[in-house]
C-alpha cells in the first residue's frame, strides 16, 4: 500500500503540471512534493513503512474535499447534497487530518532518540510544512462553508 501512494502523487504532479496554472495548484504541488520525499524513503528504506501508513488517514478526508470541488462546480452550492457534505467534511477533516497530524507529530517528538537524524529531520520538516498547510486549509474551509462575510451573503442576495 504504502508503495503505491508516492506513484499515485507522482501521477497527480504530473498531471497538474501539464493541465493546471502553476498560481492555481502550487501549495498542492508542494503538498505532494513533500508526500513523494517522505513516502519515497519510507518505502526506499523500508522503515517508517506503518508510520507512513498512518499518514495515509489523512487521505479518508480527500473524498470529501473532492466531493466538494465537484459539487462546486456543478453550482450546486445551495443544496441539501453540499450542505451535508460541508459537515462530513468538517467531520473527517478534524479526525483524519488535524487529529492523524497531531498524533505523528507527538509520535515524532517522543521518538525522536529512536530515529536516524536525517529521517528525523526530513519528518520535522514534513510535518512543519504539512500542519500549517492543513491548517490553512481549515481555515478556508470554515470561512468558506461555515462562516460567510456579510460582503459574501450580500453578493449571493444580488445573484
Same mark, same amino acid.
Given at each position: 500500500?504504502?508503495?503505491?501512494?508516492?506513484?499515485?502523487?507522482?501521477?497527480?504532479? =504530473?498531471?497538474?503540471?501539464?493541465?493546471?496554472?502553476?498560481?492555481?495548484?502550487?501549495?498542492?504541488?508542494?503538498?505532494?512534493?513533500?508526500?513523494? =520525499? !517522505?513516502?519515497?524513503?519510507?518505502?526506499?528504506?523500508?522503515?517508517?513503512?506503518?508510520?507512513?501508513?498512518?499518514?495515509?488517514?489523512?487521505?479518508?478526508?480527500? /473524498?470529501?474535499?473532492?466531493?466538494?470541488?465537484?459539487?462546486?462546480?456543478?453550482?450546486? =452550492?445551495?443544496?441539501? !447534497?453540499?450542505?451535508?457534505?460541508?459537515? /462530513?467534511?468538517?467531520?473527517?477533516?478534524?479526525?483524519?487530518?488535524?487529529?492523524?497530524?497531531?498524533?505523528?507529530?507527538?509520535?515524532?517528538?517522543?521518538?525522536?532518540?529512536?530515529?536516524?537524524?536525517?529521517?528525523?529531520?526530513?519528518?520535522?520538516?514534513?510535518?512543519?510544512?504539512?500542519?500549517?498547510?492543513?491548517?490553512?486549509?481549515?481555515?478556508?474551509?470554515?470561512?468558506?462553508?461555515?462562516? $460567510?462575510?456579510?460582503?459574501?451573503?450580500?453578493?449571493? $442576495?444580488?445573484?
Amino acid at each position: 500500500m504504502a508503495s503505491l501512494f508516492p506513484g499515485y502523487f507522482l501521477e497527480d504532479f =504530473v498531471d497538474m503540471l501539464c493541465n493546471q496554472k502553476l498560481h492555481q495548484s502550487w501549495e498542492l504541488l508542494f503538498h505532494h512534493s513533500v508526500v513523494i =520525499v !517522505c513516502f519515497g524513503i519510507a518505502v526506499l528504506l523500508h522503515q517508517y513503512v506503518g508510520f507512513a501508513l498512518v499518514a495515509l488517514l489523512v487521505e479518508i478526508n480527500s /473524498i470529501f474535499l473532492h466531493l466538494r470541488q465537484i459539487l462546486l462546480m456543478a453550482n450546486l =452550492v445551495h443544496t441539501t !447534497c453540499y450542505r451535508l457534505n460541508s459537515i /462530513i467534511n468538517l467531520g473527517t477533516y478534524m479526525v483524519f487530518r488535524i487529529a492523524t497530524l497531531t498524533w505523528m507529530a507527538r509520535w515524532l517528538f517522543l521518538n525522536r532518540g529512536n530515529v536516524p537524524p536525517a529521517t528525523y529531520a526530513v519528518g520535522t520538516v514534513g510535518m512543519a510544512i504539512m500542519t500549517p498547510m492543513n491548517i490553512i486549509l481549515l481555515y478556508r474551509l470554515l470561512r468558506s462553508d461555515f462562516f $460567510k462575510s456579510s460582503r459574501d451573503v450580500q453578493q449571493e $442576495k444580488e445573484q
